[in-house]
């Protein structure tokens, strides 16, 4: 146990500065130890005696159920992480690219279709213009589908030239989608919403989509679809069934909304706040360093904006540029490094998840 935190009865001790996995049993009963005391961690064994603290019990929903128990006991979502580890003192750990380990680590060169591919079907996929298809203004394709090894989400990208394109639709899945370059407008079923580079848009269950551009340079969109569809749905007319209960659909950048995670940035874009309750996109920033290596628990789409880099998995790692999108499937160790002096901008979608900074 790491005893890094204060030692009053008043305070609780940080156990770990990360979370723990735990798989659950169906209707068990977990008594998560709240004062950092306990020697069998994350759970209570009596130690909080003569303190103000009381083990929380979680009983599991579901045989299997994967959870990650707050380590650092500062979370905001006890028993679970929220992420509160990252910003304490020492906890945002780096990893040194160049250590004898890591130097050993070979690099994969990307294939014919653009797809560099690293452990655990981890993937970094750069945009090939000959393999787009088109229908009406729009060069499309797909960057992350099934056939990649995806189980949660699909990647689309959606380039649109002047005019209006055709109406895309995914069935009864949240899109959400994110405008890299170009300005004009969404149409999400009949409403139409102004947006510019680096906008975020939600596109409800149901809902079918378009784009307006009213410029001579193309709007190039990626649009995430959550579940997973094989591929767009394209249709000439639009549906009249805008729902109307969430009428805030587009979310830009703000500075004022950024948040830190150790040296990182990010802010939120479309997520619950504009009622996508499961599904969740996030812009961040990343300074010249390697994290250490982590895993998420939610599969996660990753768009490179800005700065270049490589991503790392086990026993691999590839280049990353702007422009280039990387998969990241669930519980995945890895770790991107950013090699620009002037920092990494990307966009990221994460399913099913509400919580970019939550890490293992
Ligand atoms: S030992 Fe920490 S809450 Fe019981």
């Known amino acids: 146990m790491a005893e890094t935190g204060p030692q009053d009865a008043d305070t609780p001790q940080i156990a770990r ?4 996995f735990h798989a659950l049993e169906k209707g068990k009963s977990y008594f998560w130890c709240a004062c950092g005391r306990s020697k069998s961690q994350p759970f209570c064994d009596g130690s909080h005696r003569g303190t103000r603290f009381r083990p929380i019990t979680y009983v599991a929903k579901e045989d299997g159920e994967e959870v990650l128990f707050c380590g650092c006991k500062q979370s905001c979502d006890k028993p679970f992480c929220d992420g509160a580890h990252n910003n304490l003192p020492g906890a945002y750990a780096l990893d040194d690219p160049e250590s004898a380990e890591n130097r050993a680590v070979p690099t994969v060169a990307a294939d014919a279709s653009g797809k560099a591919l690293l452990d655990g079907g981890c993937y970094v996929r ?3 213009d000959r393999l787009l298809k088109s229908r009406g203004t729009v060069k499309f394709g797909p960057m992350i589908t099934a056939a990649d ?4 989400q699909s990647l689309f990208y959606i380039e649109a030239a002047r005019g209006a394109s055709p109406v895309a639709a995914f069935g009864e899945r949240d899109v959400i989608l994110f405008v ?3 300005k004009g407008a969404i149409e999400v079923s009949g409403r139409r919403f102004a947006a510019g580079e680096n906008a975020g848009v939600h596109v409800r269950p149901g809902e079918a ?4 551009n009213d410029a001579d340079a193309p709007m190039k969109v990626f649009a995430a679809a959550c579940p997973l569809a094989d591929d767009i749905a394209w249709a000439e007319t639009m549906p009249a069934n805008f729902d109307a209960a969430h009428p805030d659909r587009v979310v830009a950048l703000d500075p004022a909304m950024r948040v830190s995670m150790g040296a990182r940035f990010f802010q939120l874009l479309v997520d619950k706040r504009i009622g996508s309750t499961v599904v969740t996109q996030f812009i961040g920033e990343i300074p010249l360093s390697k994290a250490a290596p982590h895993r998420h628990l939610y599969e996660e789409s990753l768009l490179v904006l800005s700065g ?5 998995t ?3 790692k590839a280049a990353v540029a702007a422009g280039d999108v990387i998969f990241l499937p669930r519980k995945q160790i890895h770790s991107l490094e950013c090699t620009d002096p002037a920092g990494m901008m990307l966009v990221g979608v994460i399913y099913p998840g509400d919580n970019p900074s939550i890490n293992y």
């Open 17 to 20: 500065l990360k979370p723990y």
């Open 126 to 128: 750069s945009i090939q």
């Open 149 to 152: 090894g995806a189980k949660f």
């Open 180 to 182: 890299s370059a170009g």
């Open 209 to 212: 989509f378009r784009i307006h």
């Open 308 to 312: 270049g880099g490589r991503m790392w």
């Open 314 to 316: 086990d026993g691999r």
